[in-house]
């Protein structure tokens, strides 16, 4: 199988001296192409972190991360970003919405902010907007939808480019335990019929078992359980 990211002996700290914070110490983690992962561990533990040192947000840390087979150590930010646009997409707690444009407007900005031309991406709007229940919502505003429709209508955004990899912290964190398996039921179609890799941070069982392997942060280690 491909592996679309490899984490090993990844070491990250914050702060120094007595300040001093052991987030990971040696861990190892490899997924493969076409997984759905669920990752869980205590609050604080550095889920959150590890997100954002697989999309090279965060570079201060030892070891190495391939993405795609590529060390993101020493790349530069441009480097970074091509590879993050080419095989990354994130997916957060908060839906983070544009207020003043409509459902379908919010899932074409990605691809217009990037001088890419939204016409090229219509077949795909109408596909995801059918995948994600919102055909009806298309013309509303983000404050006209429900929690649940808001965080459908982000992750619509995040993979109308196809990217490889949904990397998706506390998806559901915000939302009730029914719009919560809506978003959970949409990241296994997303799996199945797109073949998108995901990686979700959860604190629900309830959720982490729609993933097909998960992983546990446990004494700055990542372990199967
Ligand atoms: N920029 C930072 N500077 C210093 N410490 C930080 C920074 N970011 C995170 N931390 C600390 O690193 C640890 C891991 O944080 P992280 O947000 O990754 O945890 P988490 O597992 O996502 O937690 P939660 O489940 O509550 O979201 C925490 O103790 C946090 O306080
Ligand atoms: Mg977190």
């Not at 491909?2 to 040696?26: Q, S, Y």
């Not at 040192?53 to 795609?68: H, T």
């Amino acid at each position: 199988m491909e592996k679309v990211i490899e984490i090993t002996g990844l070491t990250k700290r914050f702060g120094a001296g007595e300040n001093e914070a052991l987030i990971f110490d040696g861990a190892d983690l490899t997924i493969e192409k076409g997984s759905f992962v669920s990752l869980t561990g205590a609050s604080g533990s550095g889920k959150s972190t590890l997100l954002y040192m697989i999309g090279g947000l965060d570079r201060d840390f030892q070891g190495e991360i391939r993405i795609g087979g590529q060390s993101i150590t020493g790349m530069n930010d441009s480097q970074l970003s091509a590879l993050r646009s080419l095989h990354l997409s994130y997916v957060f707690q908060f839906y983070n919405l544009v207020a003043n444009l409509s459902v379908e407007e919010n899932i074409l900005l990605p691809v217009e902010l990037s001088g890419r031309r939204t016409k090229d991406y219509m077949d795909r709007l109408e596909s995801l907007l059918e995948l994600t229940g919102l055909t009806a919502k298309r013309k509303n505003l983000p404050s006209q939808l429900s929690g649940g429709q808001q965080q459908r209508c982000a992750i619509a955004r995040a993979v109308l480019t196809e990217p490889e990899i949904l990397l998706a912290d506390e998806a559901t964190g915000n939302l009730d335990r029914v719009s919560g398996e809506e978003i959970m039921k949409l990241f296994t179609r997303l799996n199945q019929e797109k073949g998108i890799t995901i990686l979700h941070v959860t604190h629900s069982d309830e959720c982490a078992a729609y993933g097909n392997r998960i992983v546990k942060l446990v004494d700055h280690k990542l372990i199967d359980v």
